[in-house]
C-alpha cells in the first residue's frame, strides 16, 4: 500500500493553488489538511509566508521585528524538515527560530529583527539550509532619519487616522494592533467613535475590537485568537470618514 498522491493543483491549500507561490499560499493555509491517512505531495519545498519579508520604514539606530511563517509540504503529514543553518548577509539582521524541524502539522515561526545604522535602501538574504535543499528569502527595508524634536508637530495627537501592521505576524494566540485618532479642528468634539472588527476570508465577522468614543492619539488593542482556526483574517478600522483594512495570519 502507499499513500495517495497529491498533485500542486490539488494540494491541501486549495484546489488551483500552486504550493511553489506564497502570494497563492497566504490566502489559503486555513484549509485544515489533517487526515488519518498519510497524503503525498508532489513538491520538495517549503513554503514561507511572506515572502519576500517587507518591513517598510524603519528608523536609523532602532529595531523592529517582523515575523515569517514556514510551511511543511515536503512529503506526508508525518514528515518533519529539519534546518541545519541559517545565514543573513547582514549582520544588522539577526534572527530567532525556536525549533530547527518543521513538521507538517506545526508550521514554525521565524522572528527576523533589523537594527539599520545608516539611512537609505536596506537588503539582505536569509538563507536556511535544510534536509531538503536551501530556501532563500529576501528581506528589503527603506531605512529613514529620525524625527528629531524640533521637527515634530508642537501637538501630541497625530495628524491623521492611521492603522498599523499588527505584531507578532504570523501568530499564535494573540497579537497587537496599533491605530491612530485624528484630532479634530478647535470647537469639534474632542471624542470620535471608532469601530475595529476581524473577518475571516468569507466576509464573515469574527470580532470586534474596539466600538466606542476614543481621544485623540495613538491606541493598541490586543486580539487573542485562542479557539480560532488557523488562517487569513482581515482587520478593518473604521473612524470618521477613514477606512482601512489590513490582513494578518493565525497560525497553529
Request: aromatic share 10%; charged share 20%.
Amino acid at each position: 500500500w502507499s499513500a495517495p498522491v497529491v498533485h500542486a493543483e490539488h494540494n491541501y491549500f486549495g484546489n488551483g493553488v500552486d504550493p511553489h507561490d506564497p502570494q497563492e499560499v497566504s490566502g489559503n493555509f486555513d484549509i485544515n489538511p489533517y487526515c488519518t491517512s498519510p497524503i503525498l505531495f508532489d513538491t520538495l519545498d517549503i513554503i514561507a509566508v511572506p515572502s519576500p519579508l517587507e518591513f517598510d520604514t524603519v528608523s536609523v539606530n532602532t529595531s523592529k521585528t517582523s515575523a515569517v511563517a514556514l510551511f511543511n509540504v515536503k512529503n506526508s503529514l508525518t514528515d518533519s524538515i529539519e534546518i541545519f543553518a541559517t545565514h543573513l548577509n547582514d549582520n544588522r539582521s539577526t534572527l530567532e527560530l525556536a525549533s530547527p524541524f518543521i513538521r507538517a502539522m506545526e508550521p514554525e515561526t521565524l522572528v527576523v529583527t533589523i537594527r539599520p545604522k545608516v539611512s537609505g535602501e536596506y537588503s539582505d538574504t536569509l538563507t536556511l539550509l535544510t534536509n531538503v535543499g536551501p530556501l532563500t528569502i529576501s528581506i528589503h527595508a527603506v531605512i529613514v532619519e529620525p524625527v528629531s524634536v524640533s521637527d515634530q508637530p508642537a501637538r501630541s495627537q497625530p495628524l491623521t487616522f492611521g492603522l498599523s501592521q499588527n505584531f507578532p505576524n504570523p501568530f499564535n494566540p494573540s497579537s497587537k494592533i496599533q491605530y491612530s485618532v485624528s484630532s479634530l479642528p478647535e470647537g469639534q468634539p474632542r471624542t470620535q467613535y471608532v469601530s475595529m472588527k476581524i473577518y475571516d476570508v468569507l466576509g464573515r465577522e469574527v470580532a470586534t475590537l474596539v466600538d466606542e468614543m476614543k481621544e485623540p492619539g495613538e491606541h493598541y488593542v490586543d486580539w487573542d485568537a485562542s479557539g480560532i482556526t488557523s488562517g487569513i483574517y482581515f482587520y478593518r478600522l473604521q473612524a470618521g470618514g477613514f477606512v482601512e483594512t489590513k490582513k494578518m495570519a493565525v497560525v497553529r
